[in-house]
């Protein structure tokens, strides 16, 4: 119950374009949704996150959609650059302890 | 201001020695947490810390691996008897409360037991 699934893998994307990627959850206490962002050698930062009170953040480039009834949520990357080339990852959190529940991660690369 | 800070960057370290690793949050943040990120597990979180006590330590792996944090600043991972499935990037985030607050992560400590 505590899992949070993360597709795809890998996505490669042609400059200019929309990335998406998609997460899914079991546990219905989750109430927050961040997304990351991770280059090569470096923590993961903080790109955008939502809670199941609203069905779309936006934020620049970046787009949270959320469907809480389908227990589903995904990161649109609109325009994206090569400089977007990192790995993305999906997370859960209740609102608790704030510990983060992440998904496998995606690794995205952005063809100039 | 200043991020979170960790040391060291990298160590390694014969299989069964000790290590510990430190973390340094950003100021005024009440919440640290403890992740591990390796290639085959993913990033998983491992002890959560607010203030000086530890209400979640739920991710710790083994009775091997313990954290303590003084003056609701510095924390300290330690492992002893350091096995070769230790290795991994140990990773520190903190937050302003333990309350679904941004996380913000360090650069991790890369851990290799040889």
């Known amino acids: 119950q505590q899992q949070v699934k993360q597709s795809p893998q890998s996505l490669i994307v042609q400059k200019g374009g929309i990335s998406i990627i998609n997460c899914a959850y079991e546990?219905?206490?989750?109430?927050?949704f961040p997304w990351y962002q991770q280059f090569p050698g470096k923590g993961p930062a903080l790109l955008i996150a939502?809670?199941?009170?609203?069905s779309e953040k936006k934020e620049g480039r970046f787009t949270i959609s959320f469907n809480k009834s389908a227990k589903q949520f995904s990161l649109h990357i609109m325009d994206s650059q090569p400089g977007d080339s990192a790995t993305y990852f999906c997370?859960?959190?209740?609102?608790?302890?704030?510990?983060?529940?992440f998904g496998q991660g995606t690794t995205l690369q952005v063809k100039p | 201001g200043a991020g979170v800070s960790q040391s060291p960057s990298n160590k390694v370290t014969e299989k069964g020695k000790d290590v510990e690793l430190r973390c340094d949050p950003i100021?005024?943040?009440?919440?640290l947490y403890w992740y591990r990120q390796s290639l085959g597990q993913g990033l998983e979180f491992l002890i959560y810390?607010?203030?000086?006590?530890?209400?979640?330590k739920s991710g710790l792996p083994s009775d091997r691996f313990s954290a303590e944090r003084t003056g609701g600043s510095v924390s300290t991972l330690t492992i002893q008897r350091t096995q070769q499935e230790d290795s991994a990037v140990y990773l520190c985030?903190?937050?302003?409360?333990?309350?679904?607050?941004?996380?913000?992560f360090g650069d991790g400590t890369r851990l290799s037991i040889l």
């Open positions: 985030a903190s937050s302003l409360s333990g309350s679904n607050q941004p996380q913000h």
């Open positions: 546990n219905t206490a989750f109430d927050y």
């Open positions: 939502i809670r199941p009170d609203v």
């Open positions: 997370a859960a959190s209740r609102d608790n302890t704030g510990k983060l529940i």
């Open positions: 100021s005024g943040h009440t919440a």
């Open positions: 810390f607010q203030g000086n006590s530890a209400p979640d």
